[in-house]
């Protein structure tokens, strides 16, 4: 594609220099990705400013330099052997140069967005195995991995930066991908990455406290997952869960697309009724717009439910056969790292998750506290450079509704990691804890301490495969470290 074309899809921006028309050969924020022909984007950081990198892309082969309107225009005097393009918001014009780059891929695939602060991961595998089971040939971009057809590649970002996300879409559509399901996180819509996509539909599933170190309110934290859904187009359709408390606030927003509803609490167009909970199995009614049905899922717990149900008011809505989904769900038996059931010997249960805050986190408990009658142990920690605020509420929450907790770290990054469990600690008011700092270390205390029909939950890493301490990344994988303890404990 020429530098003109592109060029000319940016909405106010001027030219401090002539542009010399080329065939370019990419588009990159990253000045260490850049090439020769490359359209380089400067883009101001939480911690890096993409201004201080310009003369490097220029180096490295960058022909036009895009940057926003309120940089020191003294910085960029001395550049050369390139032409500078100035616009009020580098963020929308890197997803929008990115979107037309690779053809508007958007437009050729149904995108389904899924939000909120728990059960993104959930409801897109879910989602996808409805497709396949009808025959569609679905695509899922999440915090797991991002995978279509034989292609998987590990995540590194729940939702991807906008270059990767249309070349990820590009790609999809060269494949004869259907649909692409994805998890859209707050940072991903505050930072644009999804501003040039056209999607065919959006999930909502909840709003809890999480990210409030980026979003410094609840508030600002909503308008960024309302984002998805005020950028809906006619003809697209909203999935929204009617008992979450910014359902009504988030409904007055969206304007022209239809909205279906699902709950457990309140009126809704999917609802579920007579829920029967045990460690296998979870049971309920479901009622839609016109019938009921019952259900016998392998995924347990009433957060589950929720899932179910919004996977299940999208598939209605799709137009999916609804034998054909219930069939699909039924039979459906795990998610990575989500309330996932470890294989024991011993007449204990253990299941990892990847609850990482205090609404999670009371879910799950609350979700196994339903299932048994005996002990709850639970060991878990919080990240460290992140939201602080949520440490003392997990910490009570763990405490008030386990048995027993052992505090442990998670991955504490740049943070002291007895800085972090302190946070934790002062949020407990019983004494029903312990503190070992090293995580495999409490997962072997905590299997130690199970009894017959007790259950152990691993909290907080879910399928994650490494622990970051220090700005170093070793190996780690609470599900490999289980087994490995119940090995050395002859279980």
């Known amino acids: 594609m020429r530098a003109q074309e592109l060029i000319e899809s940016l909405d106010s921006c001027h ?29 101001k950081g939480t911690h890096i400013d993409g201004h201080e990198f310009i003369q490097e892309a220029i180096d490295k082969g960058a022909k036009a330099v895009i940057v926003q309107n309120s940089t020191n225009s003294k910085r960029l005097k001395n550049l050369k052997r390139s032409s500078l393009i ?15 780059f690779y053809g508007n891929p958007s437009s050729k695939i149904k995108v389904v967005g899924v939000t909120g602060t728990n059960g993104k991961t959930t409801i897109t595998y879910l989602i996808e195995a409805l497709l396949k089971e009808a025959g569609f040939l679905p695509a899922v971009i999440g915090t797991v991995n991002y995978r279509f057809k034989d292609k998987i590649t590990p995540s590194q970002n729940t939702t991807p930066g906008p270059v990767e996300l249309q070349s990820l879409l ?8 259907s649909h692409a399901i994805l998890e859209v996180s707050s940072h991903a819509l505050s930072q644009e990455r999804t501003k040039a996509i056209d ?42 869960n009617n008992d979450d408390k910014c359902c009504r606030r988030l409904k007055e927003l969206i304007q022209g697309p239809e909205i279906i509803t699902y ?14 909970l045990d460690i296998s199995h979870t049971g309920f009614i479901l009622r839609a717009i016109k019938r009921e049905m019952g259900f016998k899922v392998r995924l347990l717990g ?48 253990v299941f990892v998750d990847y609850a990482h805050t205090e ?66 600690r002062k949020g407990i008011r019983k004494n029903n804890y312990c503190i070992i700092s090293d995580r495999k270390d409490a997962i072997e205390k905590s299997l130690s301490m199970a009894e017959a029909g007790d259950i152990v939950l691993i909290a907080g890493k879910g399928h994650e495969n490494c622990q970051i301490l220090k700005g170093k990344t070793i190996h780690f994988d609470d599900r490999e470290a289980v087994k490995e303890c119940l090995e050395s404990m002859n279980y």
């Open 302 to 349: 009433r957060h589950n439910i929720y899932n179910i149900l919004a996977s299940f008011a999208w598939a209605f809505k799709e137009g999916l056969d609804e034998t054909l989904v219930k069939s699909a769900l039924e039979r459906f038996s795990f998610i990575p790292g989500r309330l996932e059931r470890i294989n024991c010997p011993r007449d204990f249960s």
């Open 170 to 177: 590009a790609d999809m559509v060269k494949d004869n991908i």
């Open 15 to 43: 030219l401090s220099s002539n542009l010399e028309d080329f065939e370019v050969g990419g588009v990159s924020c990253n000045s260490k990705q850049v090439s020769n022909n490359f359209i380089f984007v400067a883009i």
């Open 359 to 424: 609404d999670a986190l009371t879910n799950v408990i609350g979700a196994l506290r339903q299932i048994s009658s005996k002990k709850i142990i639970v060991v878990f920690g919080c990240g460290g450079e992140r939201d602080k605020t949520k440490r003392p509420k997990m910490g009570r929450a763990a405490s008030e509704l386990a048995d027993y907790v052992i505090i442990t770290s998670d991955n504490p990054r740049s943070e002291d990691p007895q800085k972090i469990i302190e946070d934790i």
């Open 263 to 276: 709950a457990i609490d309140n009126e809704a167009d999917i609802t579920a009724c007579d829920i029967k």
């Open 86 to 100: 100035v616009v009020k918001d580098t963020r929308k014009s890197i997803a929008n140069l990115a979107a037309k």
């Open 199 to 240: 999607f065919h539909s959006a999930i909502f599933t909840n709003l809890s406290q999480d990210h409030l170190d980026y979003h410094r309110t609840l508030e600002d934290y909503f308008q960024a997952k309302a984002k998805l859904f005020k950028d809906l187009h006619q003809g697209s359709f909203a999935v929204i």
